[in-house]
């Protein structure tokens, strides 16, 4: 019996850390990319339209930022978890964050293990 896989939005304004973090997903066998934003604005979109388990939400975004994105997908979509991963040590700004119901945060600088098992823990809630 295969295990039921774990449907991940990646939020990011760069391409490179979305393909980064797409080739991370593809080595563990029960996460699975639902899809790609590179600004809050789709990510609410695309939430909404996708569904995933969870979001890789970065903080820093032009258009909409993670906070403002985080809070509407929450308040919207509260069965989806959303996990910070941000390169920002700006903690005001990861409060704000957590505030906005963000289940964790992470530095961009995070093994793929421990990305993966917060991912993995998000939706055991």
């Not at 909404?48 to 919207?76: H, N």
């Not at 903690?91 to 963000?102: N, V, Y």
Request: proline share 3%; net charge negative; with cysteine.
């Amino acid at each position: 019996m295969q295990e039921r896989l774990i449907r991940v939005l990646i939020v990011d304004d760069h391409p490179l850390v979305r393909l980064g973090l797409t080739a991370l997903l593809e080595v563990c066998d029960d996460l699975e990319l639902a899809g790609e934003a590179k600004n809050g604005k789709e990510a609410v979109e695309l939430a909404e339209q996708l569904q995933p388990d969870v979001i890789l939400m970065d903080l820093i975004m032009p258009i909409m930022d993670g906070v403002t994105a985080t809070r509407i997908i929450r308040q919207k979509l509260p069965h989806i978890q959303v996990v910070v991963l941000t390169s920002s040590i700006d903690f005001e700004l990861i409060q704000k964050a957590q505030d906005a119901g963000a289940y964790s945060y992470m530095f961009k600088n995070v093994t793929i293990d421990m990305l993966a098992n917060t991912i993995r823990a998000a939706v055991l809630l």
